[in-house]
Nanobody, 128 residues
Framework: QLQLVESGGGLVQPGGSLRLSCAAS????????IGWFRQAPGKEREGVSC????????YYADSVKGRFTISRDNAKNTMYLQMNSLKPDDTADYYC?????????????????????WGQGTQVTVSS
C-alpha cells in the first residue's frame, strides 16, 4: 500500500520552530518530486515548498523563504520541513505530497495537481 504518514505538528509560540516529517511506505521517494502544502481555514491549499524529481529545482513560497527548509533522507525514505521563526500566519494544516515525475520551472513545480500521493495532514498552530 502506497502511503505517506506525517508527524511533527503541534502548538508552538511565535518565533519557535517545528520540524515536520513525512515517511513514505510502499514506494521509494528517491527521484520522486516532493512537496509540502498547507491549508488554513477558509483558504485554498497553497504550495509551501517543493523539490523537483532528481532535486534540480526547489521552490519556496515568498512567505516562508529564509525560514523554512525542505529536505529528504533517502536512507529513511522520509521528507522533512524544518520551520523556524514561526508566525501566527503559518497556522494551517500541513500536507506532504509526492509526484512520480515533477519537472518544470521554479514557479511551476509546486502545483498540487502535479502530485500523485498525499499525506493525511498535520496541524500546526502558532499562538502565544
Amino acid at each position: 500500500q502506497l502511503q505517506l504518514v506525517e508527524s511533527g505538528g503541534g502548538l508552538v509560540q511565535p518565533g519557535g520552530s517545528l520540524r515536520l516529517s513525512c515517511a513514505a511506505s510502499g514506494f521509494t521517494l528517491n527521484n520522486y518530486g516532493i512537496g509540502w502544502f498547507r491549508q488554513a481555514p477558509g483558504k485554498e491549499r497553497e504550495g509551501v515548498s517543493c523539490i523537483s524529481s532528481f532535486g534540480g529545482t526547489t521552490y519556496y513560497a515568498d512567505s516562508v523563504k529564509g525560514r523554512f527548509t525542505i529536505s529528504r533522507d533517502n536512507a529513511k525514505n522520509t521528507m522533512y520541513l524544518q520551520m523556524n521563526s514561526l508566525k501566527p500566519d503559518d497556522t494551517a494544516d500541513y500536507y506532504c505530497a509526492a509526484a512520480r515525475s515533477l519537472v518544470g520551472t521554479v514557479q511551476g513545480i509546486c502545483n498540487p495537481y502535479l502530485f500523485d500521493y498525499w499525506g493525511q495532514g498535520t496541524q500546526v498552530t502558532v499562538s502565544s
